[in-house]
């Protein structure tokens, strides 16, 4: 059964950084793309981030570009978001998700809180 468990949310204030982390199992994930989700409250949950497990191709959205970064320890099964000069507009509920390059079946993790105060 596959498995994705976010850790590494919290509270943090605006300028200070937070390291996600997801970690992934129950199958291999050489064929698929990583990718970090956010959710604000009242909005539609968008991509952050993305990240192939074979290649390490990456990929930002405008907003946090320069600012997070994507990278992922295939010793470990796990992905990491590296989060940098942290906004109040960058709180949401963080999702960690895995889609098939060739399409499928994608997972979801169970998602992790980041709050920025300012």
């Known amino acids: 059964q596959v498995q994705l468990v976010e850790s590494g949310g919290g509270l943090v204030q605006a300028g200070g950084s937070l390291r996600l982390s997801c970690a992934a199992s129950?199958?291999?994930?050489?064929?698929?793309?990583m990718g970090w989700f956010r959710q604000a409250p009242g909005k539609e949950r968008e991509l952050v981030a993305t990240i192939t497990w074979s290649g390490g191709r990456t990929y930002y959205t405008d907003s946090v570009k320069g600012r997070f970064t994507i990278s992922r320890d295939n010793a470990k099964n796990t992905v990491y978001l590296q989060m940098n000069s942290l906004k109040p507009e960058d709180t949401a509920v963080y999702y960690c998700?895995?889609?098939?390059?060739?399409?499928?079946?994608?997972?979801w993790g169970q998602g992790t809180q980041v709050t920025v105060s300012s």
């Open positions: 998700n895995a889609r098939p390059v060739l399409g499928g079946t994608s997972y």
């Open positions: 129950g199958r291999t994930f050489s064929s698929y793309v």
